[in-house]
């Protein structure tokens, strides 16, 4: 199990992201021509603005995952993992701290899935929408694109090398942030495209509020990545929350508490982000590697 931890930073706000745990077989950066430490830099420095100038930390995590969603290395977006059927079928969620959560499932034409889960959220009385349809996507005034768009070379390539049995290993990537605001209010949000390969409607924990993400003031928040089924089964972003909030343990010990009991002892791999109501920030992973970047003092510390 590696953990980061950084302390709170005197600013009152604090920002971590991810771009997926995992082992490196699946850098698609050569094929792609980028690289995952700028894209990282990138989305952070797009979340901190919001931040620094007093924004919202829902609006930090929205900005942070759109702009990862928009880079085709990561897992989410365009450059999604693809299905077995070689289509990109999006899961996204959000939440905020007083409780509210909204999550799209199965998406395939709102250009920034995360966007789409805040329309849940603030447009309608559900918590999770499968598939929405661009009429409803118009609706909300998102930008929408045509199923191809989030297809890239590198991922069909490696979907045909998963298929063949040429690529094993760790097919993690799934993008995250959390935050914590001036005001204290936290918020979280994940994006992906699933696992490669994986049968055309499954979902993973991404978008189940309390698997793969969640959030409260006083708490904290979470944003996982890692073999979905677990976290699932696990209900991990909760069950670390509610060490936290009934236990008081500090956040650090409970990810790794939870980690322990409910990834390891089921041989599953994976991991996760958490901003704790203190602003102290915590990232952690019992998978090889984890892109992640976040601020530690006046350095800004980037794993890829
Ligand atoms: N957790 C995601 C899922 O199972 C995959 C990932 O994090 O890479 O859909």
């Given at each position: 199990?590696?953990?980061?931890?950084?302390?709170?930073?005197?600013?009152?706000?604090a920002?971590?992201?991810?771009?997926?745990?995992?082992?490196?077989?699946?850098?698609?950066?050569?094929?792609?021509?980028?690289s995952?430490?700028?894209?990282?830099?990138?989305?952070?420095?797009?979340?901190?603005?919001?931040?620094?100038?007093?924004?919202?930390?829902?609006?930090?995590?929205?900005?942070?995952?759109?702009?990862?969603?928009?880079?085709?290395?990561?897992?989410?977006?365009?450059?999604?993992?693809?299905?077995?059927?070689?289509?990109?079928e999006?899961?996204?969620?959000?939440?905020?701290?007083?409780?509210?959560?909204?999550?799209?499932a199965?998406?395939?034409?709102?250009?920034?899935?995360?966007?789409a889960?805040?329309?849940?959220?603030?447009?309608?009385?559900?918590?999770?929408?499968?598939?929405?349809?661009?009429?409803?996507?118009?609706?909300?005034?998102?930008?929408t694109?045509?199923?191809?768009y989030?297809?890239?070379?590198?991922?069909?390539?490696?979907?045909?090398?998963?298929?063949?049995?040429?690529?094993?290993?760790?097919?993690?990537?799934?993008?995250?942030?959390?935050?914590?605001?001036?005001?204290?209010?936290?918020?979280?949000?994940?994006?992906?495209?699933?696992?490669?390969?994986?049968?055309?409607?499954?979902?993973?924990?991404?978008?189940?509020?309390?698997?793969?993400?969640?959030?409260?003031?006083?708490?904290g928040?979470?944003?996982?990545?890692?073999?979905?089924?677990a976290?699932?089964?696990?209900?991990?972003?909760?069950?670390?929350?509610?060490?936290?909030?009934?236990?008081?343990?500090?956040?650090?010990?409970?990810?790794?508490?939870?980690?322990?009991?409910?990834?390891?002892?089921?041989?599953?791999?994976?991991?996760?982000?958490?901003?704790?109501?203190?602003?102290?920030?915590?990232?952690?992973?019992?998978?090889?590697?984890?892109?992640?970047?976040?601020?530690?003092?006046?350095?800004?510390?980037?794993?890829?």
């Amino acid at each position: 199990m590696h953990l980061f931890q950084a302390a709170p930073a005197a600013s009152g706000w604090a920002l971590a992201l991810h771009g997926g745990a995992g082992g490196r077989v699946e850098e698609l950066s050569l094929e792609v021509g980028g690289s995952y430490g700028e894209g990282l830099t990138g989305a952070y420095l797009a979340g901190a603005a919001v931040l620094a100038a007093g924004g919202t930390a829902l609006d930090a995590v929205c900005v942070t995952v759109s702009r990862l969603e928009d880079d085709p290395l990561f897992n989410a977006g365009r450059g999604a993992a693809l299905t077995a059927a070689g289509t990109a079928e999006l899961d996204a969620c959000v939440m905020t701290g007083d409780g509210r959560a909204g999550a799209v499932a199965a998406c395939r034409h709102a250009r920034n899935p995360v966007f789409a889960a805040r329309k849940v959220m603030e447009e309608t009385p559900a918590v999770l929408l499968i598939a929405p349809d661009e009429d409803r996507l118009c609706g909300w005034a998102l930008e929408t694109v045509p199923p191809e768009y989030f297809l890239t070379p590198a991922r069909q390539q490696q979907l045909r090398n998963v298929q063949e049995r040429t690529l094993e290993g760790s097919r993690h990537g799934t993008v995250g942030a959390v935050a914590i605001d001036v005001r204290g209010r936290v918020a979280a949000a994940t994006s992906t495209g699933g696992m490669v390969n994986q049968s055309e409607g499954r979902i993973g924990d991404t978008p189940i509020v309390g698997a793969g993400t969640y959030a409260r003031d006083g708490v904290g928040a979470l944003s996982c990545t890692g073999q979905g089924e677990a976290f699932m089964q696990g209900v991990v972003a909760h069950d670390v929350a509610a060490r936290v909030r009934y236990l008081g343990t500090p956040m650090a010990e409970a990810i790794e508490a939870t980690v322990q009991a409910e990834l390891a002892a089921r041989a599953a791999t994976g991991g996760l982000i958490a901003v704790a109501a203190d602003g102290s920030v915590v990232v952690a992973h019992n998978s090889p590697a984890m892109f992640a970047a976040y601020h530690d003092g006046d350095r800004l510390v980037i794993h890829s």
